[in-house]
Nanobody, 124 residues
């Protein structure tokens, strides 16, 4: 059974940084695409960034340059999301997801396993 467990969320002031972790079990993250999505109150879930099996990254068209970085530790079977220069509009629940295949698309329908989410709140 595949499980994804996020951690690292919290409250941060505008301009600050956070690093989220997503520990996977039941599947090897280096063989599948992995993505981070977020959902703000009253809004639809949206893609943030993804990484495919060979390490190629996919970014949201709306992401600010260098703000979100995804990385992977194969030995720990864990994926990370480094978030910098956070702003109040980045407040959301952040979800880690594992793709149905080796690619990391920006569509939620292409992911079949999801973590429970971790809350990120950015104060102004």
């Amino acid at each position: 059974q595949v499980q994804l467990v996020e951690s690292g969320g919290g409250l941060v002031q505008a301009g600050g940084s956070l690093r989220l972790s997503c520990a996977a079990s039941g599947r090897t993250v280096s063989r599948y695409g992995m993505g981070w999505f977020r959902q703000a109150p009253g809004k639809e879930r949206e893609f943030v960034v993804g990484i495919n099996w060979i390490g190629r990254r996919t970014y949201s068209l709306d992401s600010r340059e260098g703000q979100f970085t995804i990385s992977r530790d194969n030995a720990k079977n864990t994926v990370f999301l480094q978030m910098n220069r956070l702003q109040p509009e980045d407040t959301a629940i952040y979800y880690c997801a594992m793709s149905k295949d080796a690619q990391a698309s920006d569509s939620a329908k292409d992911y079949d396993y999801w973590g429970q989410g971790t809350q990120v709140t950015v104060s102004s």
